[in-house]
């Protein structure tokens, strides 16, 4: 009997919870933030670990690839633009052409 009254307290809400704080969902939200807060510790031992020089040189790399980044960003809106601007073109020859076969009907 106690073990009934175990689980039926078990599948109900306790005092202090949500509906969001109970099952996978919450075991899930524990293995993230878990995971989350291992990740921000090792990165904060490691950036204690560097000197200055390396900082300085992860900085310099990291605003490299962001340049990269825009750079490919550029060219491909370039790229986009060019071939609606081609589109363009395409579809008022297609409309030229339909008038003109409409005309000559």
Do not use: V
């Amino acid at each position: 009997l106690t073990e009934m009254d175990a689980r039926r307290q078990a599948l109900s809400m306790q005092d202090g919870e949500t509906a969001s704080s109970r099952g996978a969902r919450a075991r899930i939200d524990a293995e993230r933030h878990a995971r989350e807060s291992q990740r921000e510790r090792r990165k904060q031992a490691r950036e204690e670990n560097m000197d200055e020089e390396d900082i300085e040189e992860r900085r310099i790399e990291k605003e490299r690839l962001k340049q990269e980044g825009l750079e490919r960003k550029k060219k491909r809106e370039a790229q986009e633009q060019a071939m609606a601007t081609q589109h363009n073109k395409l579809d008022k020859e297609q409309a030229k052409k339909a008038s003109n076969r409409l005309e000559y009907l």
